[in-house]
């Protein structure tokens, strides 16, 4: 037990010296866990008893451990609560110094029960979880919080390897009723490889076990649909979740659903599809579509399958399996094995190997959840993250055959990412009145950053202002909104660190309403002649005049805007005494505003 634990100390010195002290930090690093307020020193060599005391004293510590290991003096220190990440950064410039950081909490490799994924190896059932690196990053996250809406043929009950209380409930688009049962298989074996029930003792793994699955059915029995039903279910599924795996394939492009597909990818939900299966030297529709992720079929020998489509446009590469090999020599082909129905090789119990870009797409969708868990958010940030750490298999660089390669999942985790934050100093305001809109982007540096909101439509973001953060990070802008609107700050990023958007913070903006008011005498009697604009521009739309009585407002007409907004109205007053009036104005693109009180004298 000493020598392990002396082997796990040299480890971890090696470890520490390796470390330069930088301002960035990726989300691995702010998800671990550390001993609580403890920080542990490498002192340089040949530093005197008062060098390491006067170092001590300086971040106001005090000593909890000494140990020599290999000639290294170490300090295993106790700093003062909050003052952990300020403590290290003072040591590392200390010149007796050569290395501080957090005495860091480690922990073993979590590795599922499941026999058909046997630790990941290769000669096992499930090879592809092994080709996608998915082990390292089962250590990180396995999605938890996320939703993958599955649009294909359903979900079928009782398959005794899903989790079901993981499973939402989704819609079923074909028949048009609650209950999007699966009756082809297709569907189900898709959801197994995401998140097949793990760790529990039986069959295989999936990607990531603990996403939530939403099945949404627009596939009959024969596996066929329509391309309306088709948009009718990816709508669907774009409101209520975060990823969408599409492994359905066209004959030929459709400008409608592409206008669809856009548009849920503009919101920044990423939607992975596969590329077909007709051995084609072109990707099939929807995937070739830019706003979708398109994934290529591989066999276990990493290379493409005879079957799987290819060509310009192509993003990522997954396994997809051959069903006429068997490379690994386990027994059966090498095919994706997860628990569905209806015809096919397995080892039984319902587990039945399955050949396709449609086996491929599930691999992307998986990961991409588990980048989502992680804070990355937007379709444009999952699709980058996944391209850039995909391995490169084919020709160096972006190919044809393979895209970017195929998907890492641990590399996708472990890229660098970023955070950016965004708040606004008022969330409602006045027409032509000015909010600020300020946050910080981390790691700190001085970068562009770009405000966007909804457009008029609701249909994509659109860029409203542009400003530079400052060194430190921090960024701000003062805006006039011209109407209710959703804010959200966006980072492109660099080659080291993945970009990000912010959280939306949404602002009400009321119409300014301007109205004056005088007493008019003729023979018909005593009238309150009301006039006025109502801004921005809103011609010929309703505005309405209320009086007060007693500590109410009633309404007492109406009178329609102009076509340069403007309004005249003249109203009887029927008793003596004083009037208080106002004007109310509301549209969808605005709160209800009301004009100041004018008061006026009755007869």
């Known amino acids: 037990m000493k020598k392990l634990l002396v082997f796990l100390i040299i480890f971890s010195i090696f470890f520490l010296i390796s470390l330069s002290i930088t301002g960035q930090v990726n989300s691995q690093e702010r998800n671990a866990k550390y001993?609580?307020?403890?920080?542990?020193?490498?002192?340089?060599?040949?530093?005197?008893?008062?060098?390491?005391?006067?170092?001590?004293?300086?971040?106001?510590?005090?000593?909890?451990?000494?140990?020599?290991?290999?000639?290294?003096?170490?300090?295993?220190?106790?700093?003062?609560?909050?003052?952990?990440?300020?403590?290290?950064?003072?040591?590392?410039?200390?010149?007796?110094?050569?290395?501080?950081?957090?005495?860091?909490?480690?922990?073993?490799?979590?590795?599922?029960?499941?026999?058909?994924?046997?630790s990941g190896a290769l000669n096992s059932f499930q090879w592809n979880l092994s080709r996608i690196n998915i082990a390292n990053a089962w250590d990180i996250t396995r999605g938890k919080g996320v939703k993958i809406a599955v649009v294909d043929s359903g979900l079928k009950?009782?398959?005794?390897?899903?989790?079901?209380?993981?499973?939402?409930?989704?819609?079923?688009?074909?028949?048009?009723?609650?209950?999007?049962?699966?009756?082809?298989?297709?569907?189900?074996?898709?959801?197994?490889?995401?998140?097949?029930?793990?760790?529990?003792?039986?069959?295989?793994?999936?990607?990531?076990?603990?996403?939530?699955?939403?099945?949404?059915?627009?596939?009959?029995?024969?596996?066929?649909?329509?391309?309306?039903?088709?948009?009718?279910?990816?709508?669907?599924?774009?409101?209520?979740?975060?990823?969408?795996?599409?492994?359905?394939?066209?004959?030929?492009?459709?400008?409608?659903?592409?206008?669809?597909?856009?548009?849920?990818?503009?919101?920044?939900?990423?939607?992975?599809?596969?590329?077909g299966n007709d051995s084609k030297t072109s990707v099939a529709y929807p995937a070739a579509y830019s706003s979708l992720i398109s994934v290529a079929a591989t066999d276990y020998n990493n290379v493409i399958s005879y079957y799987s489509n290819r060509g310009r446009g192509l993003d990522l590469s997954a396994p997809g399996g051959d069903v006429t090999k068997d490379l690994n020599g386990d027994g059966y082909a090498d095919g994706i094995l997860q628990q569905t129905f209806g015809g096919g090789s397995g080892p039984g119990g319902g587990y039945i190997l399955y050949q396709g870009t449609s086996m491929a797409a599930p691999h992307i969708s998986g990961v991409a959840a588990l980048l989502i868990s992680q804070g990355v958010k937007g379709a444009r940030n999952i699709k980058r993250a996944l391209t850039i750490t995909a391995t490169d298999i084919g020709t160096a660089g972006y190919d044809t055959t393979y895209g970017h390669g195929l998907v890492n999942a641990a590399a996708a985790l472990n890229y660098p990412k970023s955070t950016l934050s965004l708040k606004v100093s008022k969330r409602k305001i006045v027409y032509r009145n000015r909010i600020k809109v300020s946050g910080t982007v981390t790691p700190a540096r001085a970068t562009r950053i770009r405000i966007q909101s909804y457009d008029r439509r609701k249909t994509k973001w659109s860029t409203v202002a542009k400003t530079t953060s400052r060194t430190n990070g921090s960024y701000s802008k003062k805006i006039r909104p011209s109407r209710n609107s959703i804010f959200r700050a966006y980072w492109n990023g660099t080659s080291s660190v993945l970009g990000q958007m912010s959280k939306g913070k949404r602002v009400y903006v009321k119409p300014r309403i301007r109205v004056k008011a005088k007493r008019v005498r003729n023979r018909k009697g005593v009238y309150a002649m009301l006039n006025g604009t109502v801004i921005p521009n809103h011609r010929r739309r309703i505005a309405i005049i209320k009086k007060k009585v007693g500590r109410r407002w009633r309404r007492v007409g109406r009178v329609r805007l102009n076509r340069r907004s403007r309004y005249r109205i003249a109203l009887k007053l029927n008793r003596r005494g004083l009037y208080k009036l106002r004007v109310y104005f509301s549209d969808s693109d605005h709160l209800k505003g009301a004009s100041k009180t004018v008061r006026v004298r009755g007869r």
Request: charged residues 20%.
């Open 157 to 275: 009950k009782g398959l005794s390897d899903i989790n079901y209380n993981n499973v939402l409930r989704g819609y079923d688009f074909y028949n048009l009723d609650n209950n999007p049962t699966d009756d082809n298989g297709h569907g189900s074996h898709v959801t197994g490889i995401i998140a097949q029930a793990t760790n529990n003792g039986i069959g295989p793994a999936g990607i990531a076990p603990d996403v939530k699955i939403l099945p949404v059915k627009v596939l009959g029995s024969d596996n066929e649909g329509l391309v309306s039903t088709f948009i009718k279910g990816v709508k669907y599924a774009a409101a209520r979740s975060h990823v969408i795996n599409f492994s359905i394939s066209f004959d030929k492009k459709n400008d409608v659903a592409k206008a669809v597909f856009d548009k849920i990818y503009n919101k920044g939900t990423p939607i992975i599809a596969s590329a």
């Open 35 to 118: 001993a609580s307020r403890e920080v542990l020193v490498v002192f340089n060599p040949k530093t005197t008893l008062a060098q390491r005391q006067a170092a001590i004293r300086s971040v106001n510590a005090k000593t909890k451990q000494s140990f020599y290991v290999s000639g290294l003096l170490i300090r295993r220190i106790k700093v003062k609560k909050g003052s952990v990440a300020s403590t290290i950064r003072k040591l590392s410039k200390n010149p007796n110094v050569k290395a501080a950081d957090n005495n860091a909490v480690g922990k073993g490799d979590w590795v599922p029960n499941d026999p058909y994924y046997a």
